[in-house]
């Protein structure tokens, strides 16, 4: 019988990292939601698709899938490998204004979902214990200061060699990804009534990767 893990918070939180690494540490199929809609989202920019309209007319015409290659999750648009393009600064906004459409969640929900039912998952994203999985096993929501969030994202974006925006750039945008995805009409980010809350404020990558393990086992275990 497959176990399911919901994690959810706001951008820059470092839901996909420890969620990966949770994965790994528990033998579980990692999903990263948000990797859909930005493929969506990149797919969107391509096209020129601004308006809802155009958006919606437009997934009839998108393939997007997951696929493990080697242990590692891969996202495909139209069978294209756009792993390595999906986390630009543009495609970051775009996909938060993406993911507001209706169409769009619905277009991604039974993938979403079957993944869970045939696998164990740990799946991140915005409205995971809220909407996509609210039978998951364990509910964590993973949270940290705007000001952290937006430090990580920068430092993570040198690594990359990301260039154009400056630490306050990053800080703004984390603020305004946060009032866009918080004050959604449709699925908005918050804390599932079950979720356990856990804010890595001060916690580097290593303690939050361990408590996360020791919340999970935990749970799983009752």
């Not at 459409?101 to 696998?119: C, G, H, M, S, T």
């Amino acid at each position: 019988m497959s176990k399911n893990i919901a994690i959810d918070g706001p951008s820059g939180a470092g839901k996909s990292t420890l969620a990966r690494r949770l994965a790994a540490k528990l033998g579980f199929i990692y999903v990263d939601t948000g990797a859909l809609y930005r493929a969506i989202a990149l797919s969107m920019l391509r096209r020129n698709a601004e308006t809802e309209e155009q958006i919606i007319g437009s997934l009839p015409e998108l393939d997007v899938t997951l696929q493990y290659i080697d242990g590692e999750q891969h996202v495909f648009a139209n069978g294209e490998d756009v792993s390595g393009l999906i986390r630009t600064p543009e495609v970051t906004m775009k996909a938060s204004r993406v993911s507001a459409i209706p169409e769009v969640r619905k277009y991604l929900f039974d993938l979403q979902q079957n993944l869970a039912r045939e696998n164990s998952v740990v799946m991140d994203g915005r409205d995971i214990g809220t909407v996509v999985l609210p039978n998951a096993d364990v509910k964590i929501f993973l949270t940290a200061s705007p000001e952290k969030r937006a430090m990580r994202r920068w430092l993570e974006m040198q690594e990359k060699n990301i260039v154009g925006q400056t630490y306050e750039e990053v800080l703004a945008d984390v603020i305004r990804r946060d009032e866009q995805d918080m004050n959604r009409e449709i699925a908005p980010l918050k804390q599932a009534d079950d979720a356990i809350l856990v804010d890595t404020s001060d916690l580097n990558l290593e303690e939050s990767e361990k408590l996360l393990l020791k919340v999970c086992k935990e749970n799983l275990e009752k």
